[in-house]
């Protein structure tokens, strides 16, 4: 076995039913495998290494398969035994091209397809460079997702996005696990906590708030910037603390702040984000100012959980009392972590098993008629 394609759990078979044998004296536990270009990254880590325990706990094995982002075609014959030994795979990310999907789709027919970006796009390189949108992208993701029996977005807006691409849909936000954020305490002190947690390559949109945080100074809020990640940036002199992200203490260092910040800028890849970052200070119980694009006008609801800071003055006004009442502050946080709810490990693995029983039980080349209708992939 590659190393690459990892077990969890015992695989009793991998072989199809012997010739000349009824399958009903033949049982076997069905195979699923999680297909991933990077799989340490974290939309595979919170989206589909989640499953693995509650797929085993249910009947199922799991295989864990990392395509690679090598030469496209070898990628694909390299997991050949992958493939043929798979009942489901589950792609995430993943846009495999037509001679590539034909090969994999003869070994196995049941697809998903789980997507938490604009795969369909490319995402801009530097801050205010539009989203590459060409045609010959959004065709390769149409054809991928044609194929696959199901696809599962990540957000409301992320499906609105895929459209009628997929022949079936399912929103399913990316979960966190309520257990590991502790609630934030809010206490009253003499400067404001911001919290920003995110991958150092998305520090960009940190740096477009130097302007707002500039003027909220000048106004003489007294305030700490605390960046979750693993590169401190660069915000001109402006207080700022870097708390090394780990797994194991993010729950904790967002719970010692006050307010999470979640700027973005409006564009094609941006509005198909999920949203995490939200979701993230939701669980920990803080509100939330956040720029109302995609899923982030999904989690934060304005005026409850959070406020929605509109450019260019409105970031600063996003609601000036937020800043000094610590009241404010606390029944929204209070609010937040319960609207966190929605977004419950729990749920989450809940939702997609049923999808999967459903998607294994189903004789190959069956589900769209059985359950969604005719579709004709592209």
């Not at 049941?110 to 369909?120: C, E, G, N, Q, S």
């Not at 801050?127 to 045609?135: Q, S, V």
């Not at 022949?167 to 305490?185: H, I, K, W």
């Not at 002190?189 to 995110?198: L, P, S």
Request: with cysteine; hydrophobic share 40%.
């Amino acid at each position: 076995m590659s190393a690459l394609e990892t077990p969890m759990g015992s695989v009793r078979s991998l072989s199809r039913t012997p010739p000349g044998r009824a399958a009903a004296s033949w049982r076997r536990r069905q195979v699923v495998s999680l297909v991933g270009h990077d799989v340490a990254v974290p939309s595979f880590r919170l989206r589909m290494a989640a499953l693995r325990p509650l797929l085993e706990a249910n009947g199922f094995d799991t295989r864990v398969v990392a395509l690679g982002r090598g030469r496209e075609w070898l990628r694909v014959l390299r997991r050949t035994g992958a493939w043929r030994a798979s009942d489901v795979l589950v792609f995430q990310q993943v846009k495999l091209l037509a001679g590539e999907r034909a090969y994999v789709e003869r070994l196995c027919n049941r697809w998903v397809l789980d997507v938490d970006d604009a795969i369909m796009f490319r995402r801009p390189r530097r801050t205010g460079e539009d989203a590459a949108t060409a045609m010959w992208r959004q065709q390769r993701f149409r054809s991928m997702a044609g194929r696959c029996r199901l696809v599962v977005a990540g957000s409301q807006s992320l499906a609105g996005i895929i459209g009628d691409a997929a022949g079936s849909l399912a929103v399913l936000p990316t979960p966190v696990n309520l257990d590991t954020y502790p609630v934030a305490r809010l206490p009253e002190r003499n400067h404001v906590r911001f919290a920003w947690i995110g991958l150092a390559s998305n520090l960009r949109y940190l740096r477009e708030l130097i302007p707002v945080l500039e003027r909220l100074r000048a106004d003489g809020l007294r305030f700490e910037v605390r960046v979750i990640s693993d590169l401190l940036p660069d915000l001109r002199g402006l207080p700022c603390t870097l708390i090394p992200w780990s797994e194991a203490m993010e729950g904790e260092a967002l719970a010692d702040c006050d307010v999470g910040l979640a700027p973005l800028p409006d564009d094609p890849w941006t509005r198909g984000k999920a949203g995490y970052r939200c979701i993230q200070y939701a669980a920990a119980g803080l509100p939330t100012v956040a720029s109302p694009v995609g899923a982030q006008r999904e989690v934060v609801l304005d005026g409850d959980t959070g406020v929605w800071g509109r450019p260019p003055q409105g970031w600063g006004e996003a609601h000036p009392r937020m800043w000094e009442d610590v009241g404010l502050r606390r029944r929204m946080g209070a609010a937040a972590r319960t609207a966190a709810s929605r977004y419950a490990l729990s749920t989450f693995g809940q939702s997609y098993l049923d999808h999967l029983r459903q998607l294994s039980a189903l004789p190959g080349g069956s589900l769209r008629r059985a359950v969604h209708g005719e579709h004709t992939s592209g």
